[in-house]
Nanobody, 126 residues
Framework: QVQLVESGGGLVQAGGSLRLSCAAS????????MGWFRQAPGKEREFVAA????????YYADSVKGRFTISRDNTKNTMYLQMNSLKPGDTAVYYCAAPRNPYIGTSYYRHDYDYWGQGTQVAVSS
């Protein structure tokens, strides 16, 4: 049973930073790519960033490129999302996700991901 647990959300002023973590358990973490998604009130869940199994390949949504950095530590079974220069438009619940298929690469398509965490709230005030 794959379990994903996010942490690190909170309230921050515009221009500030937060670092989200996603702790994974239940299978060999290092064999699978991972992703971050977010969902704002009244909106669909959207792709934020994805990372390959090794961490060597990353992919970002245009809206966060240059501000957010996805990374992973396979020795700790943990993925991270460093968020800098936060904007009110970044306010959302952030979810980490993992696929059953290890060959999806750095997919931005949410239906490629089968396992989801419970989410962590990020609120950015203006």
């Amino acid at each position: 049973q794959v379990q994903l647990v996010e942490s690190g959300g909170g309230l921050v002023q515009a221009g500030g930073s937060l670092r989200l973590s996603c702790a994974a358990s239940g299978r060999t973490f290092s064999s699978y790519p991972m992703g971050w998604f977010r969902q704002a009130p009244g909106k669909e869940r959207e792709f934020v960033a994805a990372i390959s199994w090794s961490g060597g390949v990353t992919y970002y949504a245009d809206s966060v490129k240059g501000r957010f950095t996805i990374s992973r530590d396979n020795t700790k079974n943990t993925m991270y999302l460093q968020m800098n220069s936060l904007k009110p438009g970044d306010t959302a619940v952030y979810y980490c996700a993992a696929p059953r298929n290890p060959y999806i690469g750095t997919s931005y398509y949410r239906h490629d991901y089968d396992y989801w965490g419970q989410g962590t709230q990020v609120a950015v005030s203006s």
